[in-house]
C-alpha cells in the first residue's frame, strides 16, 4: 500500500464560553469545539492577574444532532488513580521508607 505524507494544520473550531453558548452550530459527529472562558469572571476573583490565574479551557465533541450548548463537556475519568489516592486516610511513610 501506498503511503502518503501531507504537511498540514488543522484548526479546531474555537471561541468563547459566552459565544458558543448563544449559538446555533449543530458540531459535526467527532468534531472538537474549544471554549475559553473568562476564569477571572466567572469565579469572581478580585487579585487575579495573568500570572497567577490559570487557562480556563472547555472541550466538547459534536455528535451531529445537539447543540454546543446541549453536549457534554470532556471529562477525565479517575480511573488510572489509585483507591487509597481516593481515600480520606492516606497512608504515612518514614523517611527510610521512601
Known amino acids: 500500500m501506498a503511503e502518503n505524507i501531507l504537511e498540514t494544520r488543522i484548526l479546531l473550531r474555537c471561541d468563547t464560553y459566552e459565544n458558543w453558548q448563544v449559538s446555533n452550530v449543530i458540531l459535526l459527529s467527532g468534531e472538537v469545539a474549544i471554549a475559553k472562558m473568562n476564569y ?9 492577574t495573568p500570572e497567577n490565574t490559570p487557562p480556563a479551557i472547555g472541550l466538547k465533541v459534536g455528535d451531529g444532532v445537539h447543540y454546543f450548548s446541549e453536549l457534554p463537556w470532556v471529562q477525565g475519568v479517575a480511573a488510572d488513580v489509585y483507591n487509597w489516592a481516593k481515600s480520606a486516610v492516606k497512608p504515612s511513610y518514614t523517611a527510610s521508607e521512601i
Open 40 to 48: 477571572v469572571r466567572s469565579l469572581g476573583l478580585t487579585n487575579a
